[in-house]
């Protein structure tokens, strides 16, 4: 019997990894969990640097680092952007939808336009705003300067899972529907967000996540490095919640103006539900 997973090329998890007839359900293998760097570099919010730990003693506490760095520019953390409390509430409703099985042993649910990244086009017609849960927490970022002007028109909500080997290969969201800032906010443990560069092949820069904390990637850290996740991060039940902003070309003065205006319109009206059931195409963090 086949396995239950949505992985398709060489995206894989557990369940089609695990399930080995003459002709695999998902073929490749998944390098990305599998190879590490040469260089492993830790990253410091504090001082903006990535670091590459030195032996046992690792890299040292903040201001008191040792060993070789790196700038690296682009990352916000927000921590305890929630209370546990508002932690518990938020999976509570969250989990009240239904969830879709996406690649590499995820589940996802969308709020956002139907999105063709091919064909550089996209559908509103599915979209009605996004979901009531997250009006507290867009009213929250709007107090952090760093979000200033921030209007989220998608929330893409990630479950990730160790029994079902859940990760995501090294990508960048594309550049010409989402805008400058990815906004995410991670529930229910600590995980590891990877960057990597293709000029550097031998480098990742491990950027760790606490739990209940907001990431705001920009920058360099959004335009030069793409993000992933590692199968061996996800040690038990993680919940990613990413919201996107729109690029300059779909906000005022932008060849797509219109367009942004609506859907900046109804993503504010907070009475969406999740859309894109089974949709391959929708971008995930």
Known sequence: MEPKCACKGIRTCLACENFKPKEPPCSGVHKFNEQGPQKKY?????????WLPSGEEGIGQHPNHIGQSIEFLGIEMIRDFVTEEEEVWLREEVDKTPWVDSQS????????????????????????????????LVDRMSLHSVLDGFIPVELCNLEYTPERGSSIDPHFDDFWIWGDRLVTLNLLSDTVHTMTMDSLPDVEVAVVLPQRSLIVVGGDARYKW???????????RRLAMTFRELPSAYLTGGEHADVGAELIKRSLTFNGVAVGAGDSNKAEQ
């Not at 990253?43 to 640097?49: P, Q, R, T, V």
């Not at 589940?107 to 997250?134: A, C, E, H, I, T």
């Not at 793409?226 to 038990?236: A, E, L, Q, V, Y």
Request: net charge positive; charged share 35%; glycine share 8%.
């Open 42 to 50: 830790i990253y410091c919010d504090s001082c903006k640097k990535a």
């Open 105 to 136: 042993g995820r589940r996802k649910q969308d709020y956002g336009p139907k999105v063709n990244f091919k064909k550089r086009k996209l559908r509103m017609s599915v979209f009605s705003g996004m979901p009531s849960l997250s009006r507290m």
């Open 226 to 236: 793409k993000h992933g996740i590692h199968r061996f991060d996800i040690t038990s």
